[in-house]
């Protein structure tokens, strides 16, 4: 039997707003096997963060079924969907929530927390070296590093519980192209090392060919207005 990861069948969600007319998004169907590497992409406003809200379960859907790893996430609420979500997803939005007062250890370190994990300092120490980053940089404080090196932080934070699924929104966009093109190559290798399934969002289609499959959001929703 298929190991399907993410399993979504005549999903809706409709953006609250003042508006009554806001548009429906229908999924009539999405399947994707555990391990696999998807890139979606799509103009702005075609529903890629919506996607990915859905995934991590900011937002929630109006009805239909979203399962995760064989879970019906959609229908989990409050701290079962955040203890979910700490244990199974990793996260890595482009707005990286890390707190700019704490050292970048003690960043990682919550990650572990919020999944009931200890976090291993040789892992991090590990995954730290495979993205470029010093090792002094673990007591840094946040707000003292680039824009750059605060990504590669949250893609540290992401993976150190080793999620069976990642959520990665735009993560090279402050990255030149040489750096861009080396981190993709450590981001897959993680992901194939640890049999993850990603969902990639970026504008950058020249990323594809890093994937298993290439999607544009437009084939995965019906828009309906209302």
Partial sequence: MTNIAID?????????????????????????????TVFLHGKSGTGKSTVLNL????????????????ENFG???GAATDAFRAKHIGVVFQVFNLIPYLPVLKN???AGYFANNKTDIESVKAMLA???L?????MQPVSQLSVGQQQRVAIVRALINSPEILLVD??????????RDAFMQVLMDVA??????????????????????????????????H
């Fill in 8 to 36: 979504i069948q005549n999903l809706h969600y409709q953006y609250r707003g003042k508006n009554k007319h806001n548009p429906l998004f229908h999924i009539p169907k999405w399947q994707v096997e555990a391990g696999d």
């Fill in 55 to 70: 995934l991590s379960g900011i937002l929630k859907p109006l009805n239909g079924d979203l399962h995760l790893l064989g």
């Fill in 75 to 77: 229908a989990m609420k």
């Fill in 108 to 110: 990682i370190e919550l």
């Fill in 130 to 132: 495979s993205l470029a």
């Fill in 134 to 138: 010093p090792e002094e940089v673990l």
């Fill in 170 to 179: 735009e993560p090279t966009s402050a990255l030149d192209s040489s750096a």
């Fill in 192 to 225: 194939k090392r640890k049999n993850t399934t990603m969902i990639f969002v970026s504008h950058d289609q020249s990323l594809a060919k890093y994937f298993h499959q290439s999607l544009d959001v437009a084939s995965l929703f019906a828009v309906e207005e």
